[in-house]
């Protein structure tokens, strides 16, 4: 199980840091992801990490703001968001059930959001207000 925490309300500009740490398990540390979902809006995947850390990936509208990072010995990966801004206003998720293979990886983060059978955690609420 994976359980999401971190989030809270800030103001525009500002900082918060996600965790989202795996319960019983050790996670993919091959490839991970965050998701977010804003009201009103599809589940879309955010960063993705892969190649056990080596690689990440992010959508075009947190590049620069966002970092995503592991660490393996604890079992969590992490979100670093700064500057944010109202859009970034959503319930975020993450998800570490992502395939082995690099070339895969990226495929899966952008599929994810609409398989019907995917599980998702409780999510954590991020809200910024201008």
């Known amino acids: 199980q994976l359980v999401e925490s971190g989030g809270g309300s800030v103001q525009a500009g500002g900082s918060l840091r996600l965790s989202c740490a795996a319960s019983g398990y050790t996670y993919n540390r091959n490839c991970m992801a965050w998701f977010r979902q804003a009201p009103g809006k599809e589940r879309e995947a955010v960063a993705v990490?892969?190649?056990?850390?080596?690689?990440?990936n992010y959508i075009d509208s947190v590049k620069g703001r966002f970092t995503i990072s592991q660490d393996n010995a604890k079992n969590t990966v992490y979100l670093e968001m700064n500057s944010l801004q109202p859009e970034d206003t959503a319930m975020y998720y993450c998800a570490s059930d992502g395939p082995t293979q690099e070339a895969l990886c990226l495929y899966w983060a952008s599929k994810r959001p609409r398989e019907k059978s995917a599980s998702w955690g409780q999510g954590t609420q991020v809200t910024v207000s201008s």
């Open positions: 990490i892969y190649v056990g850390g080596l690689k990440t």
